[in-house]
């Protein structure tokens, strides 16, 4: 046996890679050369799905990293602590890391990266974004010297999920996100999901990549889905769109600052990622020379991210084939500064915005000469109906500076004429 | 400089990969290692857009590949000899080789590839397939360890486009051909890409990746898009099909035969390769545990083609950085053996056949007492209208093995009822 491996976690994710490496025909033959020789878990008498003898199983996590034996440490045991710590002391240890954990990658990124850089090894963390879809090696390597200016992603799963069933069904997000909970496809604490964070998490680590630069995790803009309702989905359809939670990292020129930030989008019915549906992600990236790629895949599940995982794990003992010191830098992580990230206010974009308004003439006058004090532009303004005694309007603006759209929006607010703006979402 | 290139070729492709590597500012910093040593080309006088010292062109093709100084042989100018040749010579000469040549892969990959073991070297082929989407890295590193069951790719931008353009005005294909050969969609000789050609030298490519072995290509059963019509379009569509030209290569178990195949097919309208339309490609693969990726992007073009063929260079260069002599076993080419593929007349698939009918009483029950002679299971079997005098049958049947079908309709065509047979299609 050549490459020993030492698990750390033995929940969804671990389980399916145990499985995947425990069944080795018909795949690659260098899996051959992989021996899982320990995993750490935190109960030695829980019921497993797959059989590891008494040898390979210990509650001593520590004692893995700091096995001298263990060649690759495989974290799958998620969440922040200890999982970081055991990280940097693999690392430090001078053993090649595989992680899942977008969580721990987004926000230690920058120390995790660094020690591996000096002790010589590789971190690698396909299954972080995008469960099995190929996108951080593509990224890394095959579309590594193109000038990336756009990453547009759906990259959760249950967000995706529950803004589908709203869309087909007509229902609304409480609904769908009970339902979905009762079928698993949404946690009891649903925050990370609907929030928009794990997006967060996954965006900021594709901007990394995409740009060349680290991401401060705070600086990424965050809105989850908590706020869509049927009725603008309904609308939006009528205009010819759908609505995605879109996570988005953006450069319009190379010396521009980034633009790195999740919400809910409406998207264009034509537009590529508008049919990525249920709990599908893809990944769309736009570069010069290469025009636009799409990556499209399962985003989560055992099966596919065991897939990501042991890829990582392949991939790093065929490098160690090679018996080399010295590290290729496409694999490696290069940069140690930080992206500039531009404020949300300086954002470019178009946007809809829901008004409901005391039905009296010249309410559609008034929204106008407001919007047009600040220089947004309008693409089209429409009296849709009525909730009610008020009657319902829905704006969509070309391209403006989010700062404007803003302080025209406060203005309207204060129209005797407005009842309330009870949505407002940005257009691709 | 570090690394020296010798271009073989300043054609499309060419010359967008010396743009490309000319203009390094904004990409990855390993570009700058790159030096654009030679280039070969056939006449010395001819007008180019991109600036080469004198030094660095040459006609004498055959200098490149035996000149000591050149690390990395970037074969761009197509065609099956000299680029064969040169290929292998500079193989034979410890050279590592980057190519676009898909005609060259398909036809010559069992030598070029023992040859590039032998001396100990890589043959980089990303270009070959799907131009700029990433898709031969992915099948090689990131989904090495899955046990791939199917690859269904759109692969051809030409007769994509094509189909794309009769699905949408609903004309005939000679027209839309005449109009893309006038954009320059299509070539002046349209066969590699309108007769299935192109589409084939690429299935084999991706399923020899996939599948782990080498395919002899007069084994890819290949049928082109002249004989499809709009009528068929028009009828699929109702039926809630496109039509695609698609190739597929498939196993159905780890030991059985694989199906390799380049035809026009009915693809429902929910399927993830039914939206992808105009001179797009995509790659769909389907494995055990990944379940179902998709690759989508730009099949063609000076600039999509040209990140792929850098994009194998610069992982070269990063390889080279490592100072190793061992070969990667993920990106050197490990298997030998040919696949055994299977006739087409075991294949098990869906098809659908428009018959013209003298309308009397009785002929659809003709037409199903003969497909049922020989176990073919119809999903449906409808009367569309009338051509003239004749009625119009359209039959669309379950799974069948291809043998029976083709024994039934040698039966039906038998009949005095049926008048002729002007489509037959396989659906998916």
Known sequence: MGVKLGILGLGTVGTGTVQLLQ???????????????????????????????????????ESIVNDPAVDIVVEVMGGLEPARSLILKALSNGKHVVTANKAAIARFGAEIFTTANQAGVYVMLEAAVGGGIPVIQPLKQSLSVNRIHTVTGIVNGTTNYILTRMQTEGSNFSDVLADAQRLGYAEADPTADVDGLDAADKIAILASLSFGGRINLQDVYTEGIRQVSKTDIAYAEKLGFVIKLLAIAKRDTPSSPLSVRVHPTLVPQAHPLASINGVYNAILVEGE?????????PGAGAGATASAVTSDILNLVAVLKTNTAVANPLIACGHQEYCQIAPMAELRTRFYARFLTNDQPGVIGKLGTCFGNYGVSLESIVQTGFQGELAEIVVVTHDVREGNFRQALAEIRDLSAIESIPSLLRVL
């Open 289 to 297: 020379p290469i025009g636009q790629v799409m990556f499209f895949g």
């Open 23 to 61: 069944d080795k025909a018909g795949r690659h033959p260098l899996l051959q050369e992989i021996e899982i020789y320990r995993v750490g878990v935190r109960s030695l008498d829980k019921h497993r799905t797959v059989e590891l003898s008494t040898e390979v199983l210990t509650t001593d996590l």
